[in-house]
């Protein structure tokens, strides 16, 4: 299996499981945090791989030219 295949499978099972607690009505603020929590480390893994693959493919240049408010967004992401 490959990084980026452990990681889509990683991610559709973060997601499942945050839309599971987000359904329950009777969940608290920790298991909201905890689901909470791990998509936000989804996304960011999500946003690593595009800007990575954007790179290879000269797109982020393109982003940069776009909007400069993403790129702070962006960079900020990267370096947490």
Same mark, same amino acid.
């Given at each position: 299996?490959?990084?980026?295949?452990?990681?889509?499978?990683?991610?559709?099972? #973060?997601?499942? +499981?945050? %839309?599971?607690?987000?359904? !329950?009505?009777?969940?608290?603020?920790? /298991?909201?945090?905890? &689901?909470?929590?791990?998509?936000?480390?989804?996304?960011?893994?999500?946003?690593?791989?595009? #800007?990575?693959? +954007?790179? %290879?493919?000269?797109?982020? !240049?393109?982003?940069?030219?776009?909007? /400069?408010?993403?790129? &702070?967004?962006?960079?900020?992401?990267?370096?947490?």
């Amino acid at each position: 299996m490959t990084v980026e295949a452990a990681q889509l499978r990683s991610g559709e099972e #973060v997601f499942a +499981g945050a %839309r599971a607690v987000l359904a !329950d009505s009777k969940a608290g603020e920790r /298991a909201v945090r905890f &689901a909470l929590t791990r998509a936000t480390e989804s996304l960011r893994e999500v946003i690593r791989i595009a #800007v990575s693959r +954007g790179e %290879r493919i000269g797109a982020r !240049d393109a982003f940069r030219r776009g909007d /400069a408010g993403h790129e &702070a967004s962006e960079n900020s992401l990267m370096k947490s």
